[in-house]
């Protein structure tokens, strides 16, 4: 399939091939306000007795973010020591969501834009995601937008994003028994990273500037579509 994002939607409505949609979430679906980056900055002081490196969260899973604090520490990975930063996070997190429930929202165009998908015959919807399993969930809870998702990839999974698409689809078939092929796959996203991890899989990319790269910085990056907002993405 190639063209235009019209012409995606098109097929999208109108052929007869299902399509797996897997969403990021961070600057893709919601703008947490820097809630996420408040809490894994409270859970390294609490866990390993200081803020660490400046963090790069764009595109980042979060596996891959406690591996960077491991060096930084210079801590030995262990199951235990992961397990126990994680638990301290989500805790974080879902208080810090809850801190100040007017801080972040849902991105411009998310929920009519899933609502609409939910009635589209040919769209799988799941997550492709740096958020660890649970992260994710408590984000999509906070925001209302829990009920649209019920299987993902995620940064809990592995610590390089490129490896989370194969995961997703096998969770995909697991979940719908449809076995999507990686050119009926799209992943939609606001990073570099997102681009990247689609291609590793032979996907296509919409990239969305609505996280902290512009548009021309994603077309730069070899995005398949590049739109201003998900409001753009226009379903009729
Ligand atoms: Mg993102």
Redesign the pocket.
Known sequence: MSGTIEDFVKTLKEGSEPWLLLF?????LVDTGGKGMAALQKTAVEVFGGDGPPLDL??STDLGILENLYVHFKIDATEEQTHRFFEAYHRHLEASLESNPADGRVLDGVIDLLEKLAQTENAQLGLLTGNTSLGAEIKLRHYGLGHHFTFGAYGSDRADRNLLGHIALERAFAMTGREFRSDQTLII???PK?IGCAHAIGAKCLAVAT?QFSAAQLEEAGADWVLGSLRDLTLG
Do not use: F, S
């Open positions: 990021d979430i961070d600057g893709t764009a595109g996203g606001d990073t997102d996280g």
